[in-house]
């Protein structure tokens, strides 16, 4: 992202570049959500499950809004 970013500041004014380079921006963003889906979905049941209270977790949601 650096690199397109000092590629977009050495094009000026060009259109084409420019808009080349906001291409390369979107698939660069792309491949980094894809990526960091597939890393959160490798970790699916290497994790221990803990069990949780969702009546206290509400409790304390709810607590939020009333201070």
């Known amino acids: 992202m650096g690199n397109l970013y000092i590629a977009k500041k050495s ?3 060009n259109v084409r570049i420019q ?5 390369i921006k979107i698939a660069i963003s792309n491949v980094n959500r894809i990526l960091d889906f597939a890393k959160n979905f490798e970790m ?3 994790q221990e499950l803990i069990p949780t ?12 809004f009333l201070t």
């Open 11 to 13: 094009a000026g004014d």
């Open 19 to 23: 808009t080349c380079l906001e291409q």
């Open 44 to 46: 699916l049941g290497s």
């Open 53 to 64: 209270d969702v009546g206290k977790a509400f409790d304390e949601a709810i607590s939020l």
